[in-house]
């Protein structure tokens, strides 16, 4: 114990943060119509239905434990996103595979690394326990502040914990989607066209909390409860009817490429225009938060640095990584991108400069030179193998979760004693230290 308490005891938030902690007020605006007249009634009846006793932070915590059992279970049973096909015998007959599947087995011997991509027929009886999971996650999810407020327990830990979770629960919904509808021609989602709608989900989320960043107020997307609801639905029907029910073309366009479209349109078109537009008005009427424009945009560049480094690895890797590690790369992704986020959270609750570049960057840039640039007369070209770039990709992922959860855990630990709370407890408070 006395290890695990030095292990987790670093301090990640100074005297300055701790202060504007104090200092904080929650200010939110949630406009959505699907959210005031469907989503807050319901919780308001479901939210009197807790125990006085029970921690709010626990129900963030649950809801959050619900969207890893579903990334735990897609993982599992459909590693690559091959997962669909109508029977077993589709599995094993080679004309059924897709172009990506036959190169990738045709050359085994080339990358030594690479799982079977043969389909794993997902059984149906899962798709009712993600569509349980989803319910769940995004009810507690919705519930934890009106359980805050109804026992008295509100404090800026638990929108921090709360945002901090919501930051990391951003990569679960696209991945979600990528195993609905699959990459099995021609109806799937490439790897790529999946990125994509990843960081337009990321953006999103970064977007708002770079606008409160500079306007001290958040406003919640209107995408988020409809993307939440949205899900527990496909999963619901899939478990109903299969994955073959949404293989079917709207007019001229697959149903898979309208759904792109409509993430698109609800990411882009009613997100990046808004919080804009709330910045600039923020800025002209003399109450945006920073002191400069430079200020102001300082807590992207972390996020755009992010970006282009990864679409550099997924251009010019000789193996083309995206394809071949799909769910690994997707992890890492968003693994960073919540690092980055929580920080610009803490940043914007304690009224501080956020940092422009996150450490875990570094080891990242690194990797990716490496296998991106021409380093075949090099000392390092041994080293530099299709194997070694797929492992890196694990040491990555492994070792960015690790800080990451290091982070939040120190970071906790840290705004709990100062609070002198408990996180999951609100029964009772720790012994005040003595000086």
Known sequence: MGLLHKLFSYQYITHE????????KYSCIDSSP???????PFWNFLVELYPKWLAPNLLTFVGFLCLIVNFLLFSIYDYSFYGYCANQEDCV??????????????????????PSYICSCIPQWLWMVLSVCQFLSHHLDGTDGKQARRTGSSSPLGELFDHGLDSWATLFLPVALFSIFGRNEPFG??????????????????????????TGVLFLPWSYDLS????????FGTFLFGQKIWYFRIGPILFTQFVVVVIYVASIGLSLPFSLYNMYVAYTNKSF???????????????????VVQLIWIKYSKINILDLEPRAFFW???????????RLIVAQMTSTRCQIFNWTLIPLTVIVSMFTLNLEKSVFAPFLTPRSEVYSLYFMSVLITLAHIHYGI?????????????????????????D
Request: hydrophobic share 40%.
């Open 410 to 434: 120190c970071m906790v630990r840290q705004i709990c004693d100062h609070l002198n709370i408990y996180c999951f407890n609100i029964t009772s408070k720790p012994m005040k230290k003595s």
């Open 17 to 24: 943060h701790l202060a504007g902690l104090d200092r904080y």
């Open 228 to 235: 939440q609801v949205g899900m527990t639905f496909l999963f």
């Open 34 to 40: 699907l959210s005031r007249y469907v989503m807050h």
């Open 332 to 342: 890492l992704t968003g693994t960073l991108f919540s690092n980055i986020s929580c």
């Open 93 to 114: 007959n080679l004309q059924n595979l897709t172009k990506n599947q036959l190169y990738f087995q045709n050359n085994l011997n080339k990358f030594e690394t690479i």
């Open 189 to 214: 989602i490439t790897a790529f066209s999946m990125y994509g709608l990843l960081w337009l989900i990321l953006g999103s989320f970064i977007i708002s909390h770079w606008e409160k960043y500079n």
């Open 289 to 307: 938060k920073q002191k400069s424009i430079y200020e102001g945009v300082r807590p992207i560049f972390s996020t755009l640095y992010l970006f």
